[in-house]
């Protein structure tokens, strides 16, 4: 279970800032499941959290701390009924993506991350400059992409 694995979230007020007066219940009855590829996802099919292993332990905590809380926009996206993985768009231009994102950006900033660190942060292994370009115009957040 979520909170047998990820200590005090349910007193983060981020995460009360996603779920309200329900975060005591979802976080209770949210499943974790390892796994031995990846790095962070939810379940399309019945909402729980993937995890892998080895990027718990020996990931950046703070990026896992990231990763947790856009995870969790996505756990409130299944609740509402939302779909995760439409497949209509790319993944920078998925509207679940670019919510969860943005909320993700708004609590890095929170921290004091600057924006070369939230870029950092942003943009995977998986997604071109340009794809961080778009992300960032579609979060219509003020970070500065620059070329690397």
Known sequence: MFMDYFKGFENSQPVRGIFGDK???????????????GYMGVDNDDGHLRVNERYLSRG????????????????????EGRELFNTGYDYVDNPT???AYRYTVKEAKRLG???????????TEWMSHSDLERLVKNMGIDLHVTEN
């Open 23 to 37: 975060t005591d219940e979802v976080l209770k009855n949210l499943k974790v499941e390892f796994m031995w590829f």
């Open 60 to 79: 950046d905590k703070t990026d896992i701390y990231l990763d947790v809380i856009h995870e969790l926009c996505h756990v409130k996206q299944h609740l």
């Open 97 to 99: 993506e670019v919510e």
């Open 113 to 123: 991350l600057s924006d070369e660190r939230i870029l950092s942060y942003l943009q």
